[in-house]
């Protein structure tokens, strides 16, 4: 379970989170839209403390995640996040790349490692590029490779930053399909996404960020069909 | 204009000797690099420490190292040292010269490498629960060293012509002061100098070469 409450963020003069209070349950899917700069990505960079909070608090499992003490290598392992921009290890291969980090930060062997990229990597469709170098691929292959690299830890939660922003029109339903598999096997995600159709879809709750407070939070139903808040409405009216 | 004969044969015989001195000249160079690399890892990690005491020498080093004559720096060590009654013989001189030439000129290549490559691929690392350091060695480091390989080669190669002015300080046993001595001998300075000349440029030559083919080797992406 992941648990933020009232948690306050400034870039020196500016407040970007004001506030936000979210629970999300083991195996629920949660996406978060809103315009640019409402907070959402902040609050996702955050949640696995790659980025201090100003007050307020979020646990993952009762663990607080910015107390002084928390092993955040430990954690991050239970939490995976992918972004925006791919960030693809250009000097590995694509099964390089998946393999490193159960390799280097779980200590498996190499041939366990490779078995669970494999494993990872046919998952998302990309059986046939292990011995590619990333810069070989389409976007939207590396953002797959992305996804199948943080997978491979096993995380428990997974964060999605607006990992189809940044892809060609043509490449983001395959990235988008990925995502839909996840969120079916029972993943418990929080997503960030401009894709209001797969918002729609995937989500158990949506949430609407407007200007670092979370405006408006309810099922996919309430959110799009019958948008209580002015702002939501406003949002819904200019993306459709 | 031109009545001087040519005398091959006297330089020619001389060719083992001036071999030597080739290899003496690569060894020095060798570990100057050896050397520059080392210091200029150092004075990196100085420049990134945050302090000031600590970055102020190394900008010193690399403003003076790239903003000074060679040739100054090696004199500097032989016997400008020995003002203060350190004396390093013309071999060791030679080599803290370069070495320091080197640590100037590579510190800001490594500077410029660490700035080629984006903050997010550490953090792509740290958020795959990387430590720092294993994010700084896994992902960072090998892309540095890419970007930096071939300046490095260059720098090898300029090492290797900067060992020529050992002579200025009393060297004589590597290519450029073995070739000076023939010549005070026998003043037939063309015909030697132009044969080392050409040890020289096949040294280098062969210093670029191994240096392409062992970088499209290691970086195959």
Known sequence: MIEIENVRKSFSSLEVLKGINLTVDKGEVVTIIGGSGSGKSTLLTCINGLEPIDSGRIRIDGTDVHAKGTDLNKLRRKVGIVFQQWNAFPHLTVLENVMLAPRKVLGLAKDKAEEIAVKQLTHVGLAEKLKVYPNRMSGGQQQRMAIARALAMSPEYMLFDEVTSALDPMLVGEVLDTLKMLAEEGMTMICVTHEMAFARDVSDRVAFFHQGVMAEIGTPDQIFAMPQNAETQKFLASVR | ?221
């Open chain 2, 1 to 221: 204009m031109f009545n001087y004969t040519f005398h091959w044969n006297q330089a020619l015989r001389a060719l083992p000797q001036m071999l030597d001195g080739a290899v003496v000249t690569l060894q020095v160079a060798v570990l100057s690099m050896v050397i520059g690399v080392a210091c200029a890892i150092a004075l990196t990690v100085f420049r990134l420490s945050g302090s000031r005491i600590l970055g102020g020498i190394a900008t010193t080093w690399v403003e003076v190292a790239r903003n000074t004559p060679a040739l100054f720096q090696i004199y500097m060590a032989h016997f400008g040292l020995g003002n203060f009654g350190i004396h390093l013989s013309p071999y060791t001189a030679l080599l803290v010269g370069i070495a320091f030439n080197n640590a100037g000129y590579l510190a800001e290549n490594f500077r410029g490498a660490l700035k080629a490559i984006p903050d997010t691929q550490a953090r792509a690392g740290r958020s795959l629960g990387m430590t720092s350091l294993q994010a700084f060695r896994l992902i960072v480091l090998p892309q540095m060293l890419r970007v930096a390989f071939l300046p490095a080669t260059n720098q090898m190669v300029w090492a290797i012509l900067m060992t020529s002015l050992g002579v200025t300080v009393g060297m004589n046993t590597d290519l450029a002061g073995i070739t000076q001595e023939l010549n005070a001998r026998s003043f037939r300075t063309f015909e030697f100098f132009a044969l080392a000349a050409v040890i020289y440029y096949l040294i280098a030559k062969a210093v670029t070469l191994a240096a392409r083919a062992f970088a499209w080797r290691m970086f195959r992406y």
